[in-house]
């Protein structure tokens, strides 16, 4: 519906995912009797935690979830919907930073994971919307632009056939002129992040795993045997062993955990559906999109056509009517057409970013642990959850558990008061970049 009062923000969206609203319900595991023993016990009931636990009951092990909140609580049902491989780094820069067989191992488990998650989907028949569209990176500044350039060679050195599409061509794959050019990457897609969790939690709950709701995991400790104990607010379970996928909602469980995690709110507004004609214009080829600045926007018009426009907007503490404003205005800048159109949903979840900005999995005295994301997760965390059920039930290592896992290297206990400090610096990096 057209709005009379052009570019303001209306203020009667609905303040939950937009996923949530069109997902089907996943069934209640909150209130069952906890078992007083498990061969494993997974804690967080995301991609990560729900994959491990299906991975591990299809294999015959006794696991049991706990999800502290409600199944897909978390990023898992929060998040952008594109589906891609990749790290803060490229090829180039994972073996300048872990050496030739370190860093192609690392890239290819990330190329691997995109495969993993396409398979997955088709093997468990979960109806998601999944469609393999590639994405476009768009360049904030023009430097940006020449970096993405010059990253064609090595992709292809890596076997990746991406395309740099210069700024007059743009328009072929985007409706606006605020980048300085592009660069294509066919091997990524998007999907319904509710629709694609549900077939997750459908699929773990068929292998024969133990699901819970609303129970959180309050600490762990040894007993004189080697089991653990994991305590939580309904009772005490003893294992063999635990995985801990909490992700940006990592709290006190494994304090180790928590002093390498930092948790940052990611943000995202959904328009009312658009017309088809200025869908098409938006998004000619149905692509996802990134920009190349440090508060990036990632944005997609979603199978019912609305915009679905997400940022990282604040790193201050904030509210999600305040990150509404700041990613409308964003919007409005990268898509003036946009003005008259109503927004229907507005949200907010964490992401988990590292101290080097790289995802992290390791095992230690019989506690599994992966996580970190750093904002890309719907294909890595899926394949990470699965990996680490294939490595507790005999199978190899992912390459990033070779990885250490640095401390933040500041006093710090899962509060980052630091955040707003790296903000300003990472707003005036982006400032400065653009003039230049
Ligand atoms: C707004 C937003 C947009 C994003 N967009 C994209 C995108 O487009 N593409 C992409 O690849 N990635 C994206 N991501 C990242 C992606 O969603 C995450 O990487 C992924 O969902 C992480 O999955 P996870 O299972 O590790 O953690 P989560 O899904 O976050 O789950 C962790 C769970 O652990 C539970 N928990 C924590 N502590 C305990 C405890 N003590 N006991 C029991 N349970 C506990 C929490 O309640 C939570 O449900 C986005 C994230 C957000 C928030």
Not at 259 to 266: A, D, K, N, Y
Request: hydrophobic residues 40%; proline residues 6%.
């Amino acid at each position: 519906m057209l709005r009379p009062n052009g570019s303001a923000l209306n203020r009667d969206y609905e303040k939950r995912p937009y996923w949530h609203a069109t997902m089907p319900a996943i069934p209640s595991y909150r209130g069952r009797a906890l078992p007083d023993t498990a061969d494993v016990v997974v804690i967080g009931g995301g991609y990560t935690g729900i994959n491990a636990a299906r991975v591990l009951a299809r294999g015959g092990a006794a696991v049991t979830l706990l999800e502290a909140e409600h199944l897909g609580f978390g990023g898992s049902t929060r998040n952008g919907g594109i589906v891609h491989p990749g790290y803060k780094w490229g090829p180039g820069e994972l073996i300048e930073r872990y050496g030739e067989d370190t860093g192609r191992a690392l890239f290819r488990e990330t190329m691997d994971a995109y495969g993993l998650i396409t398979r997955l989907i088709a093997d468990e028949g979960i109806d998601c919307e999944f469609r393999e569209c590639g994405y476009l990176d768009v360049a904030w500044a023009r430097s940006h632009a020449d970096h993405l350039r010059s990253s064609v060679e090595t992709f292809r050195r890596f076997g990746i056939e991406v395309e740099f599409v210069p700024k007059e061509r743009l328009h072929e794959e985007i409706g606006t002129t605020f980048y300085h050019g592009g660069l294509v990457f066919p091997p990524s897609g998007l999907l319904h992040p509710g629709k694609y969790f549900a077939g997750l939690a459908a699929a773990a709950d068929r292998a024969g795993a133990d699901l819970h709701d609303g129970v959180r995991a309050r600490t762990i400790r040894r007993q004189a045997d080697g089991r653990l104990v994991v305590e939580t607010d309904r009772g005490a379970i003893l294992t063999k062993e635990v995985v801990v996928g909490t992700n940006g909602y990592t709290d006190g469980v494994v304090p180790s955990l928590r002093r390498r995690v930092i948790p940052i709110g990611s943000y995202i507004i959904a328009t009312e559906p658009l017309p088809e004609e200025l869908a098409r214009s938006l998004s000619p080829k149905g692509r996802a999109f990134f920009d190349t600045k440090n508060f990036l926007y990632y944005w997609h018009v979603s199978e019912d056509r609305r915009m679905i426009f997400g940022g990282r907007a604040s790193f201050l503490p904030t509210s999600v009517d305040r990150t509404a404003a700041i990613l409308h205005k964003g919007m409005l800048e990268v898509h003036p057409q946009l003005a008259s159109y109503r927004v229907e949903y507005a949200w907010g979840g964490n992401v988990a970013f590292t101290f080097d900005r790289m995802p992290h999995v390791g095992r230690k005295d019989g506690i599994t642990y992966a996580m970190g994301c750093c904002g890309t997760g719907v294909a890595l965390m899926t394949a990470l959850g699965t990996k680490v059920g294939e490595w507790l039930g005999g199978g190899p290592a992912p390459a990033l558990a070779s990885l250490s896992f640095p401390l933040v290297p500041a006093p710090y206990e899962g509060r980052p008061w630091f955040l707003p400090f790296a903000g300003e610096w990472f707003r005036l990096q982006d400032r400065l970049a653009r003039r230049g």
